[in-house]
T-cell receptor
Framework: NAGVMQNPRHLVRRRGQEARLRCSPM?????VYWYRQLPEEGLKFMVY????????ESGMPKERFSAEFPKEGPSILRIQQVVRGDSAAYFCASSPRDWAGDTEAFFGQGTRLTVV | AQTVTQSQPEMSVQEAETVTLSCTYDTSESDYYLFWYKQPPSRQMILVIRQEAYKQQNATENRFSVNFQKAAKSFSLKISDSQLGDAAMYFCAGGSQGNLIFGKGTKLSVKP
């Protein structure tokens, strides 16, 4: 059973370009969470998705950021018109049910986005 | 948890000794969960231990245990018999429904 797969591991974009980060959850997991980690900081929640639904996007910036988790395929975190401040590590986690109580969520290894 | 505070940016322990990492939190929720995660240089986030807030008994996982003081909103991690492989960043986190709040982390060094 492969773990949570994120790709690419490293992504370099010029200012103004678009960044697409992919997350394939563990087999059987239908809940996906995206977090962002700035240098020297802890992870900050961005969005929680189930298949075809956004459950909680309270941590998503209002502009340029969007996320989806289609019925088929990986979850995508999309950042339009990237700026230097978007440079960070972006982590995805997945769980088979709502992440609470006896349910463990597993993290991917993250995508390090660098905006030049 | 709405806020999670780790007051120790760095800690050091001698191999085979015991070390305690501190964490305090603040929340208005009645149903929440607390976690300790380990992040080695590979950046992988690894769950160390988990505590349900409604359980009074402190969670234990092999050499790792927590001291959960609900009234004081404290959730410290104790690592016994420290090993070189324990060296990493440790993050305390809390919340519910997948929306976790993370502390800024404590960098743990283990001296041989």
């Amino acid at each position: 059973n492969a773990g949570v797969m994120q790709n690419p591991r490293h992504l370099v974009r010029r200012r103004g370009q678009e960044a697409r980060l992919r997350c394939s959850p563990m087999k059987g997991h239908s809940h996906v969470y995206w977090y962002r980690q700035l240098p020297e900081e802890g992870l900050k929640f961005m969005v929680y998705l189930q298949k075809e639904n956004i459950i909680d996007e309270s941590g998503m910036p209002k502009e340029r950021f969007s996320a989806e988790f289609p019925k088929e395929g990986p979850s995508i975190l999309r950042i339009q018109q990237v700026v230097r401040g978007d440079s960070a590590a972006y982590f995805c986690a997945s769980s088979p049910r709502d992440w609470a109580g006896d349910t463990e969520a597993f993290f991917g290894q993250g995508t390090r986005l660098t905006v030049v | 948890a709405q806020t999670v505070t780790q007051s120790q940016p760095e800690m050091s322990v001698q191999e085979a000794e015991t070390v305690t990492l501190s964490c305090t939190y603040d929340t208005s929720e009645s149903d929440y969960y607390l976690f300790w995660y380990k992040q080695p240089p590979s950046r992988q986030m690894i769950l160390v231990i988990r505590q349900e807030a409604y359980k009074q008994q402190n969670a234990t996982e092999n050499r790792f245990s927590v001291n959960f003081q609900k009234a004081a909103k404290s959730f410290s991690l104790k690592i016994s018999d420290s090993q070189l492989g324990d060296a990493a960043m440790y993050f305390c986190a809390g919340g519910s429904q997948g929306n976790l709040i993370f502390g800024k982390g404590t960098k743990l060094s283990v001296k041989p």
